[in-house]
């Protein structure tokens, strides 16, 4: 590990370099700064930076991590292995898609941030949105797009300058905030590219839920992707420090295969192969069920004209 190059970080919220107090040390080589370990949905396996808790504000962070070019990197050769779970992961992040149309007056052009291969800019599309587009590094993810959405899907890291302003009516984040090293930059380009009183989506792991603080270092979200781990309360205020008025947050059902669902278990690895083996081979592997597994959504908007 000492030959890997990392640099500190400090806290998104209130700037402390420091402060902070480790609830995990780190437990990986430089062998597992690999795509493989940086495809979305691979299994747990439970490598993480070093990961600590703000003192000041209770963020949780990797502290310190690869520098943003290997990461850069690392996501733009990861593979794209999810495929299975697509249908269920559409009906999950739909749902809440369909939450915007409280704050929009008009389903116009939206963007996601991490789109892998466009499942949810084509759930947009059947949704209404006239103009769907998507940020992804992975080349195989895009790649893996149908035609019609691969086209709409931009391969890079989200980037200041990327997209005119005031393009969007709608901004979302499925699963990505969490992997971003610098979440105030990232919110700020979003801010940005939206129109006034267009809104943000983001929906990611809750580090305060049930099943997160029974599991600790043994739960699924305490990994190596992950720079920052967010709560209900530090979630609203990286979005309030980017500039948003944030109008929900809260707890999110996610609609899982058992199969799915059992590759999350923190079991032993041979148990847990067989298990998978078995669902893979098992109608009843497919059967999808509605759980509150541990992720919260946040709702947020530009202001718009005239509003503060």
């Known amino acids: ?75 733009a050769q990861s593979t794209f292995d999810y495929g299975a779970e697509l249908d269920n992961l559409a009906v999950t992040y739909g749902r809440y898609l369909k939450r915007l149309n409280r704050y929009l007056s008009t389903t116009g052009a939206l963007l996601e941030v991490g789109c892998g291969n466009g499942f949810v800019l084509a759930e947009a599309k059947r949704q209404g949105y006239k103009d769907v587009r998507g940020v992804e590094p992975s080349r195989a993810a895009i790649d893996s797009a149908p035609d019609g959405i691969r086209d709409r899907i931009v391969c890079s890291m989200m980037v200041p300058g990327l997209f005119p302003a005031q393009q969007f009516d709608a901004v979302c984040l499925f699963q990505a905030l969490d992997h971003i090293l610098d979440p105030v930059q990232l919110l700020e380009t979003c801010y940005q590219i939206l129109k006034p009183g267009g809104v943000l989506l983001c929906l990611n792991h809750n580090v305060e839920a049930l099943s ?69 081979a098992s109608p009843l592997g497919r059967i999808s069920a509605w759980v509150p597994l541990g992720n919260l959504y946040s709702i947020a908007q530009r202001p718009p004209v005239g509003e503060r």
């Not at 949780?60 to 990197?73: E, G, Y």
């Open 212 to 280: 997160a603080r029974l599991m600790k270092s043994r739960s699924p979200i305490i990994d190596i992707e992950h720079t920052y781990l967010y709560s209900p309360v530090t979630l609203r205020r990286v979005l309030a420090k980017s500039g948003f008025h944030v109008r929900e947050t809260k707890q999110v059902w996610n609609r899982y295969s058992l199969r799915y669902l059992s590759q999350l278990m923190p079991l032993p690895a041979s148990l847990k192969l067989r298990i998978l083996r078995a669902a893979g």
């Open 1 to 75: 590990m000492n030959s890997i190059h990392l640099r500190s970080t400090a806290c998104a919220i209130c700037e402390a370099n420091g402060n902070a107090t480790e609830l995990y040390p780190a437990n990986f080589t430089s062998a597992d700064l690999s795509p493989a370990i940086f495809s979305a949905r691979r299994m747990p396996d439970h490598i993480h930076y070093r990961i600590v808790r703000c003192n000041s504000c209770g963020l949780v962070r990797s502290d310190p991590v690869a520098n943003s070019d290997i990461v850069s990197q690392l996501y």
